[in-house]
């Protein structure tokens, strides 16, 4: 057969013949791989031996689907497509069953969704992701799941993009059978060879109706969608789709799909989450650390400090099935942060994210500890403690003394300096490493990888590696105040507070933001955060500010009122049951500290809004980027996307930069520049534009 498949007979079974696609590593659809599967099902059509067909993924079983690489790219006119082998498949005389035993998404489950029969083993798992990356199901899958499942379903699965268990999805009527994994082949083999006798063959999946249960489904979604999906186009286009195929009869709703595929396929949406597609597989590598590297084996997990940012760090990890002990040295903070366990726990058995048996397992993993001694067995300790440089260096170099050999030493630090903490442990350094997570640490996505001057090559790779297990997008950055995120978005921060100084409102500045794609605007998320933090920081921060520089007192006023934001009631907002109202008392600070200040205020445009805040922050990660603080322009618009709320179908600051053109940000930079002496525009900018260059380029040179 063909190069990309071959095919097998069971045995006793002869009947049914078995189809096997071999394209590694995920069986993509690449070029000529329809081809071969269609030349399979064809010669077997014309066999009179054969009464039906199983295909299956070979391998690892993973169905990949579509190939990313060859997506907005020509395919040969003279090479089927996989929606011709998905036609062929559904009208094929011979029925086909197609055996799920592994993820099987995207054009994968299209591929089965065109059989007549869908057997899978536990470890299945099915999906449509393409709204993750900006289109909607392009082979079918928006017209063949609604006919197997009914409209909502189908809906909800292909606007979540996640995958499902095969198992758990079973009863919605798109698995017929549930096989063994040991005994899979034969297992469907004789089941389908059973139901041809039988005569009970399915329908032709095209050849079904859809059932609609609520004639206001589509309606509601699009009302859920407009919240959850605020800018977004991909996820209104499915349910269009879906919609369709309650009205027409397939051919005419497969080519409405192609219509609507077409559009959002070129769509800077669907570039740009394709960006992020991309981004996330290249933040795993490290320039100069070939993917043999060694690794450090992690089985076991110590966090010290039950607060904030322990618990949710304990919380991913025993998420992840590893055993971790919290060491606390306050009584009453151990017993909140068991509490806060408990309680996130329970809540996600109540929103059924997991089992009861799954919560169980996972608050088993948690233990406690006072004593440090609980550090002597551990693989890697998170320290979780107070932000202070003093507490910090002296649990260091306990821990030098106490970590057994070869145990990672991690520090959750904000802002302090990774080398100075590292160095207390006198001869450890090579072990450390920041890992910095994001509140809630349970619920944000990303994870600062940061690399002291000494830490060692496995101990960095061991650290992205246990991100990724423990759930985690995770990020290298190199040392320096606030790393990649922090130091960034104090830059977005600060000019948004220098906008209300010159007459903007917090609410504009908010709204204008949120506009643009952010999942809350700068001062709805300090006031969230808390004002305090970063007060303090402040504070402690203050001797090294340049005198000369602009700097806001808005921040500080108001904390010195006591209002630290949500936490108190009162901050740049005043909360009443939770919801916010404007700060009253607010426009009085600010008006202080402007005539203070010297400054004139005057209305303040929404673009002027996105320019200075985003400016500003693009800026700073040209910044970020030269320096080596960030390996890659992808990986700083990872941070923004999974740490600040940036919107991930813009692509993150850099990739936005781009598409806005450089030479414009630039431009626009150099005339703030003229206003405001702070703006010294990032050289790496100014180079990039004179050589009419992206940031898109300067990785794809750096990776060369
Ligand atoms: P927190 O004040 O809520 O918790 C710190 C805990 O550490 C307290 O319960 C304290 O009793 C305990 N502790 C202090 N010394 C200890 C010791 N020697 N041994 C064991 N436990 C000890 O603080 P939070 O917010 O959890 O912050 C912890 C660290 O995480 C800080 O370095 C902070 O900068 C960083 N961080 C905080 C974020 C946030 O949003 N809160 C975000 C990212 C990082």
Not at 64 to 91: E, H, M, N, Y
Not at 159 to 183: K, Y
Not at 387 to 396: A, G, Q, Y
Request: glycine share 10%; proline share 4%; net charge negative.
């Amino acid at each position: 057969m063909g190069t990309f498949v071959s095919v097998t007979r069971e045995q006793d079974m002869s009947q049914i013949a078995v189809v096997t696609i071999d394209n590694p590593p995920v069986n993509a659809m690449s070029i000529g791989v329809p081809k071969d599967i269609m030349d399979a099902i064809e010669t077997l059509n014309a066999d009179a031996g054969v009464a039906g067909i199983l295909l299956k993924a070979g391998g690892n079983g993973i169905s990949g689907g579509a190939d990313i690489k060859t997506q907005g790219k020509a395919w040969p006119s003279d090479q089927p497509k996989v929606t011709d082998l998905i036609r062929l498949l559904d009208r094929s005389e011979k029925p086909v069953g197609f055996l799920i035993q592994n993820a099987t998404l995207g054009a994968g489950l299209e591929i089965a969704m065109g059989c007549r029969f869908r057997i899978s083993t536990p470890a299945g798992k099915v999906g449509q992701p393409e709204v993750k990356i900006g289109i909607p199901p392009g082979a079918g899958g928006t017209q063949f799941l609604p006919r197997l499942v009914g409209a909502k379903t189908a809906m909800d699965m292909i606007l979540s993009g996640n995958p499902a268990r095969a198992e758990d999805v079973a009863q919605t009527g798109l698995i017929d059978r549930m096989v063994s994994a040991d005994n899979a082949v034969a297992e469907a083999v004789s089941f389908m060879a059973g139901e041809i006798d039988a005569g009970r063959v399915p329908p032709r999946t095209s050849e079904r109706d859809v059932q609609v249960d609520d004639p206001d489904v589509f309606e509601t979604a699009r009302e859920t969608a407009a919240k959850k999906f605020r800018g977004r186009t991909a996820p209104f286009v499915c349910i269009d789709c879906v919609e369709i195929a309650t009205k027409t009869p397939i051919a005419e709703g497969l080519a409405y799909e192609r219509k609507r595929f077409l559009e959002c396929v070129g769509s800077e949406e669907a570039a740009s989450l394709r960006h992020v597609f991309f981004a996330e597989r290249q933040a795993r590598k490290v320039p100069g650390i070939g993917k043999d590297s060694a690794l450090r084996v992690i089985d076991s997990a110590v966090v010290l400090g039950a607060g904030t940012m322990g618990a949710g760090i304990a919380i991913c990890i025993a998420g992840a099935g590893i055993p971790v002990t919290i060491v606390e040295k306050n009584e009453e903070a151990l017993q909140r942060g068991s509490k806060r366990i408990a309680d996130t726990f329970a809540g996600q058995v109540q929103k059924g994210r997991i089992s009861a048996d799954e919560a169980d397992r996972r608050t088993k993993l948690v233990s406690f500890d006072m004593s440090m001694e609980a550090v002597a067995t551990a693989d890697i300790v998170i320290e979780a403690v107070f932000e202070d440089m003093d507490v910090k260096k002296s649990i260091f170099a306990d821990l030098a003394q106490k970590a057994k050999p070869g145990a990672i030493l991690a520090t959750n630090t904000s802002y302090l300096d990774v080398n100075e903490i590292a160095a207390a442990t006198d001869g450890r350094e090579a072990d450390v490493l920041g890992l910095h997570f994001f509140s809630p640490a349970n619920i944000m996505k990303l994870l600062e990888v940061v690399r002291g001057d000494k830490t060692a090559d496995e101990v960095l790779v061991s650290g992205l590696k246990f991100g990724e297990r423990i759930g985690k997008t995770a990020v290298v950055s190199g040392v320096c105040h606030g790393f990649i995120g922090n130091r960034v978005f104090a830059k977005y921060n600060r000019e948004a507070e220098f906008l209300l100084q010159e007459g903007a409102t917090a609410v504009q500045v908010d709204t204008v933001l949120k506009q643009f794609g952010m999942a809350m605007g700068p001062f709805a998320v300090r006031d969230l955060a808390g004002l305090d933090i970063g007060w303090a920081m402040r504070k402690s921060t203050a001797h090294l500010r340049n005198p000369g520089e602009r700097y806001s007192r808005v921040g500080d006023l108001i904390c010195e009122q006591g209002w630290f934001g949500q936490k108190t009631g009162k901050g740049f907002y005043v909360y009443e049951n939770g919801k916010p109202t404007p700060n009253p008392d607010l426009q009085a600070i600010i008006d202080e500290t402007a005539r203070e200040a010297g400054i004139v205020t005057d209305t303040v445009s929404d673009d002027t809004v996105i320019e200075r805040c985003l400016y500003a922050m693009v800026n700073e990660c040209a910044k970020v980027l030269e320096e080596g603080i960030a390996l890659r322009a992808s990986d700083i618009d990872l941070v923004f996307i999974n740490g600040y709320g940036f919107p991930g179908w813009r692509g993150g600051p850099l990739h936005w930069a781009d598409t806005v053109g450089l030479a414009k940000v630039l431009a626009a930079i150099v005339y703030f520049n003229e206003g405001h002496d702070f703006w010294e525009p990032a050289p790496l900018l100014q180079r990039l534009v004179q050589e009419g260059k992206t940031f898109a380029d300067w990785d794809r040179e750096k990776a060369a």
